[in-house]
């Protein structure tokens, strides 16, 4: 005859093992605390929460945060790099039209820019910011070059040291703005 209890398939599953999974599915849900009906709260709400303003509070996305920063804690405070190398690679770039900027990943693109002087040559740069202190190993950057021939334009080779004079001019303008916020 056969066994008493017989397998039904639903779907490739057996009943019994749907019956199981939704067994262990309900019992996690047990004790979460929550009655229907009822508003959920947090536990332990902030003292000082601030739930007036826009989704970055009421003091706004906070770019350069000069008391934190006099402070003596380098970096800003809503970015997630160093707000003066941040500050000093746009003002550096600020000739090149910015392609893309992203404060928190510490990345500007510039877009290509050719010179009045020399038309049939174009750059553009790649501006890393590699962390929240103000260090020389701080900034790096990629230059790219090409040179427009009968066809368009072709990539062409940078001057040896272009990326290093780069760097350089944005860490001296970040030491500048850095003593200038010291300063004040």
Request: proline residues 5%; aromatic residues 8%; charged residues 20%.
């Amino acid at each position: 005859m056969g066994s008493p209890i017989k397998g039904y398939r639903v779907r490739g599953v057996t009943a019994l093992s749907a019956v199981c999974v939704a067994g262990f599915v309900l019992a996690a849900c047990e004790g979460s605390g929550y009655e229907p009906g009822e508003p959920q709260m947090d536990a332990h709400p902030a003292p000082d929460e601030d739930r007036s303003g826009g989704i970055f509070g009421s003091q706004g996305l906070l770019l350069f945060n000069t008391e934190v920063e006099k402070a003596g804690v380098e970096g800003g405070g809503g970015i997630g790099v160093n707000s003066f190398l941040w500050r000093a690679s746009l003002d550096t770039i600020s000739f090149m039209p910015v392609n893309s900027a992203d404060p928190f990943g510490g990345v500007i693109i510039t877009d290509w820019h050719a010179s009045p002087e020399t038309p049939g040559e174009r750059f553009k740069l790649n501006v890393y910011i590699l962390g929240r202190a103000l260090r020389a190993d701080g900034v790096r950057v990629a230059v790219f070059r090409q040179v427009q021939d009968g066809n368009g334009w072709r990539d062409a080779a940078v001057a040896a040291k272009t990326d290093t004079r780069i760097e350089d001019a944005i860490l001296t303008k970040a030491r500048q703005l850095r003593r200038e916020t010291l300063n004040q």
